[in-house]
Each structure stands twice: as C-alpha cells, then as structure tokens.
C-alpha cells in the first residue's frame, strides 16, 4: 500500500456520474498513443512508411509504440510512461481517433477512465493556474516590500517544518482525509457504439480490447495483467 497515491479510480469518478449511472470500472491511465493507418503514434498526420502501417501489421504493437512516444522506463526523466490506451483503426477519421481526437495524448497531471452502463468517459485533472504577482511588486519599493516579507514568510516556514512532527505522505497528510480531486470531462463514447469488449494481446501483453461498431476499437492495458478478466466481467455488467 503506497500512502501517497491518490484516493481510487472508482471513488475519484463517483463524483462524475449522472443520477443513476451505474460504474463497471474505472481506472488511471496517463497516456494514449495511436495505432491508425494514416497517423503517427501522437494521432498526427503521419508521413512516407507510418502511412502504410495500420492495426493490421502484427509488428506495429503496443511495444513499438512506447518508443515512439518517448514510452520505456521513465523514472529521472521528463518522458512520458508507455501507453496505457492505444486507439486503432484502419484509416483517420475512425470512431477510436475521432473519440479521442483533440486530447493531450499525454495528460499533464491524473486522467481517469470510467466505464458505465451508458458511456465511456475521460477525465483530465486540470493544471492549477499560477497566481498572478501582485501590483504592489511591480515597483521598486514594492518588490523590496516582498522580498522582506518572503524571507519573514521563509523563516516562519522553516520554524513550522522544524515543529511540526504531522507526516506526509506526497500531497497526503496524517490526521487529514484524503481530498477527491478535481477532474473535467475532455472525451466521451456512448455506449451504442461499442460492439463488443475482450481480453486479447497486443504484442505479447493482454490488452482489454473495446471493439467499437465500425471496426476500429480502443486497447486498455494499465499495467493490469492479471486483472483483465476481473476487468471484462466489470464490463459485462457482473458484480
């Protein structure tokens, strides 16, 4: 149990359902790639032999595309994880791309997927806005103001830290409930248009696989292995 991961995907996405919705699952998932004929891994216009390859060629997998977003081991360095949802199809303009089309392929912060009886819904947790400085310090005088008052404020920070014996546990304290975060929708996919959902691979990693009606689909993997068929039963409405 790590104490300063953020509270559960289901609690977290509760919050976001409308009155009656019933939850199948929900999960965090940073990053999406695209695995469509015509696009580059990033869902860009894609150029010369990327334009050929679809989610027909059995070597374009999930492993591939982890390297072609910058994916592999990212600890000590600003590159973003693999995957954790690939959107494939046979040409742009698809159901998975169109889906997905327009949303940070790698989410600043948290995205949550949700998965209920009626929809598919991503979440983006919002990047807070930097705080503007104050007029006073534009000035000469002013800016001298808040120097003194910051190195006033540093020192009462530093007494408090040296004081204050609460731990922490990222942004979690003890003593203090952990807070739901704010998210904001940024994707949804009715229900309808899903055809069916199975436990398939995509390389040699099981992905859950979201076939969608035209025949493109959405692979979820979220480092989750032995947990798909758990997953699928989810989808399906068990309990």
Do not use: C
């Not at 891994?41 to 010369?48: R, S, Y």
């Amino acid at each position: 149990m790590n104490l300063s991961d953020p509270l559960g995907a289901a609690t977290q996405a509760r919050p976001h359902l409308h009155p009656g919705e019933d939850l199948r699952w929900a999960a965090y998932g940073r990053v999406v790639a695209f695995d469509v004929r015509g696009l580059t891994p990033q869902g860009e216009p894609a150029k010369g032999l990327l334009r050929r390859v679809g989610s027909g060629a059995a070597e374009f997998a999930g492993d591939v595309l982890s390297e072609a977003i910058g994916g592999g081991d990212d600890s000590g360095s600003d590159r973003p994880p693999p995957p954790q949802v690939i959107a494939f199809g046979d040409r742009a303009g698809v159901l998975a791309h169109e889906f997905l089309r327009g949303i940070p392929v790698s989410a600043p912060i948290r995205r949550l997927w949700v998965l209920t009886g009626q929809r598919l819904v991503v979440l983006d947790e919002p990047v807070p806005a930097a705080e503007p400085a104050p007029e006073s310090e534009k000035s000469l005088l002013g800016k001298a103001i808040g120097f003194g008052r910051g190195v006033a404020k540093f020192g009462k920070d530093v007494a408090e830290i040296l004081t204050d014996r609460t731990k922490t546990y990222g942004d979690n304290r003890e003593g203090e409930p952990i807070a739901l975060r704010e998210f904001v929708p940024v994707a949804e996919l009715p229900a309808a248009r899903i055809a069916r959902v199975d436990v398939a691979k995509r390389g040699r990693k099981p992905v859950l696989r979201m076939s969608l009606v035209d025949g493109s689909g959405v692979d979820f993997r979220f480092d989750a292995d032995e947990h798909f068929g758990w997953l699928l039963a989810r989808t399906n409405g068990a309990r």
